[in-house]
């Protein structure tokens, strides 16, 4: 999580300036093509609602013009779909500056249990917050993924067996409760 859009230096959340809120992801393309995580976007917001605020404005920010390219088509192509106009910004990409540790892995940070076995994995807070496993961990806890996606990835996350148990408790009970899947 992070800010960037705008010209402001050094941006905090308390002095946004310019920028926009915003997430920054580095991704293999052999794994996921930038068209599967423009797919991912389109689908997990609004897009016809226009930004009630510059701070919490939808955007792609592209790098370069193939990206640039693949953004205005699935736009377009959403459109269509929707059979509307678009209110989410296409912009290049600017600087982009990590948020606060306090912004990062926020649902994760209120969860004790879980944050002592990752402070005691790791020893630094970029270490944390860069860790893949405490961001798929932090998405789980706000309610993204399946019971069946988390079996399929749960060793990997390097939890101990009693934090495993209880993630996969969290997650099969929100099915149960909220219907979400």
Do not use: C
């Not at 310019?18 to 389109?42: A, M, N, R, V």
């Not at 929707?82 to 994760?108: D, G, M, V």
């Amino acid at each position: 999580m992070g800010y960037s859009g705008g010209e402001k230096k050094n941006p905090t959340h308390h002095d946004l300036g310019d920028h926009s809120e915003s997430i920054q992801i580095d991704y293999d393309p052999t794994q996921i093509s930038y068209e599967k995580l423009l797919e991912i976007f389109w689908a997990s917001h609004s897009p016809t609602q226009r930004s009630w605020s510059r701070q919490y404005k939808a955007a792609v920010f592209y790098h370069n013009e193939e990206q640039k390219r693949l953004a205005f088509e699935m736009r377009d192509r959403e459109a269509a779909r929707r059979n509307s106009t678009i209110a989410t910004e296409i912009l290049p990409a600017t600087i982009f500056y990590r948020a606060e540790a306090y912004h990062q892995k926020y649902r994760l940070r209120q969860d004790r249990e879980f944050m002592k076995e990752f402070n005691a994995t790791y020893r630094s807070d970029t270490d944390f917050v860069d860790s893949t496993a405490a961001a798929r961990v932090n998405g789980y806890l706000d309610g993204y993924g399946t019971p069946e996606s988390l079996g399929e990835e749960l060793e990997g996350l390097g939890l101990s067996q009693g934090a495993s148990k209880r993630l996969e408790d969290i997650v099969k009970n929100r099915k149960k409760v909220f219907g979400l899947f």
